[in-house]
């Protein structure tokens, strides 16, 4: 007999039960093979003896294993490991000291380097990061919408959203984000023209993969949302760059493009452009649309910000200009409430609306429907009308204090422009000073600034990037700026 005694382990101060602990290793003894098919096992009162636990739980022990097909009791003869186990191969000692199974798997998978970029850091405590411009999670209006959310969940009328359903998004917030958006926004889209997404991303991710075909080209601004390039890139686009300018994407530069290649999309953030800020203007949003009726491209517009604004009214999107059927308009409200609630649409004409329905079915079968209704009562009540309404204020106040933080105490370091909306600065470092350098001493300050290489891909020395200003309140814009004047103080001497 083996020696049960010095082998078997029971950890009292432990959650799992006892006979699940004994369990377990005596699969381990068989599996090893230091139980080999057939050996004999204790009888239950010796065992109970041997390693001091209740006779009982040692036949709960046995009852588990023989479920299980690792033994097998044969009347009158007694227990034994089941004869039919099949030989694992021994591991090396080696193997089993320092388990890997938890590292590297024992097959092989695709693994695309493309989605190395943009991959969410962990975050330590007593570190400010710069952000590329977020929402403040502290303002989330999480008490309201947690009441909508209960008052709604208990009704019967609520039940049938409780299955598996559409994978157009919850109807009810459909018909309310109809009206919402055609006057908010003027749109002239009907329930036809609108798939709910988890988000502006899942509209970009769907939106491309159906768009691209293997090395098609996708025009993007020569600054762009990072993100926005790995979705294409992943999507297997080939993407063809065009200046960025005062007045956003440089049109003409689009023009040339399209004489050249076969242009299957452009990207654009036209509210402001991502990450230097600016806006489309007006002229140049006739020449997009123009051209995307001529040579018949889908523009894919990320209204990803469109509810702030802080000097004017918001500027109508291209969508509501779009007469020919060439734009998909993808946006949130992630931003505008809080990222955690993965809300989103994706408008465009019904034909690529129902296929990106179809496609929708095999990422995410379909969306979260109470969330969803939650959010059409939040709209339709007029909640988040007064929750934006809120936030901007806020949000307008920290943008100022920001910019004349940064004038009065780094303006002999960096420059930029006040942005007219968004949550974020595009700042410009001054030639004798780079990124890459403020990046490391920034550190040894306690400020993290991850993302630089990202907003130069085409290595055009803007030396520029984009500051996060909403997530920020006073105490905390004082003490960043606190910390990047130290940094450059540093770098000075
Ligand atoms: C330009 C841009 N587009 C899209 C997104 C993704 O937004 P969502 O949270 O709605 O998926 C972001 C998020 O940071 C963004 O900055």
């Not at 929708?360 to 007029?382: C, H, P, Y």
């Amino acid at each position: 007999m083996i020696p049960y005694k010095t082998i078997i382990k029971i950890d009292r101060a432990i959650k799992q039960p006892v006979y699940i602990q004994l369990t377990n290793q005596f699969i381990d003894l068989i599996k090893e093979r230091t139980l080999p098919p057939q050996a004999k096992l204790p009888g239950s009162r010796t065992l109970s003896d041997l390693i001091g636990v209740h006779r009982k739980t040692v036949v709960a022990c046995y009852e588990e294993l023989t479920l299980q097909g690792w033994i097998e009791s044969i009347p009158k003869k007694g227990t034994f490991v089941h004869k039919d186990i099949p030989i694992l191969q021994q591991q090396k000692w080696i193997e089993k000291t320092v388990s890997k199974k938890n590292d590297i798997t024992g097959f092989s998978f695709k693994q695309n380097p493309i989605l190395d970029q943009n991959f969410p850091q962990d975050y330590l405590d007593d570190y400010m990061y710069v952000n590329d411009g977020v929402s403040d999670e502290r303002l989330t209006p999480v008490k309201e919408l947690s009441i909508i959310y209960r008052k709604i969940s208990n009704k019967k009328h609520t039940l049938k959203y409780m299955n598996y359903g559409t994978t157009y998004g919850n109807p009810e917030l459909r018909d309310t984000l109809v009206s919402y958006l055609n006057e908010t926004r003027g749109l002239n889209i009907t329930k036809d023209n609108i798939l709910i997404t988890r988000g502006s991303q899942m509209g970009m991710f769907l939106a491309s993969q159906l768009l691209i075909e293997n090395q098609e080209y996708i025009i993007v601004g020569e600054t762009n949302y990072s993100s926005a390039d790995t979705t294409f890139e992943f999507a297997k686009a080939k993407l063809l760059r065009v200046r960025v300018d005062k007045n956003g994407l440089d049109t003409n530069a689009i023009e040339r493009l399209c004489e050249k290649y076969a242009i299957k999309a452009v990207y654009t953030t036209p509210h402001h452009h991502h990450p230097t800020t600016v806006t489309l203007s007006a002229q140049r949003r006739m020449h997009l649309l123009n051209l995307a009726k001529t040579y018949r491209f889908a523009i894919l517009e990320d209204d990803y910000d469109y509810d702030f604004h802080y000097n004017h009214a918001p500027i109508l999107p291209l969508a509501s200009h779009d007469t020919h059927g060439n734009v998909i308009y993808v946006g949130s409200i992630c931003k505008t409430v809080a990222p955690v609630y993965r809300v989103g649409y994706l408008i465009a004409s019904k034909d690529f609306v129902d296929e990106c329905a179809k496609l929708r079915r095999f990422v995410d079968r379909q969306g979260d429907a109470i969330l969803e209704l939650t959010f059409s009562n939040f709209i339709k009540d007029g909640s988040l009308d007064r929750h934006i309404k809120k936030v901007v204020k806020i949000y307008k106040a920290r943008r100022d204090l920001f910019c004349k933080l940064l004038k009065q105490e780094l303006s002999d370091y960096l420059s930029f422009e006040i942005p007219k909306g968004g949550m974020a600065l595009w700042v410009v470092l001054n030639e004798n000073y780079s990124w890459d350098r403020v990046t490391k001493v920034a550190k040894q300050h306690k400020l993290i600034i991850s993302e630089w290489q990202c907003y130069d891909v085409e290595n055009a020395n803007h030396n520029a990037i984009r500051i996060g200003f909403a997530r920020n309140n006073e105490m905390e814009a004082r003490a960043f700026v606190k910390r990047f004047k130290e940094t450059m103080q540093d770098i000075d001497v």
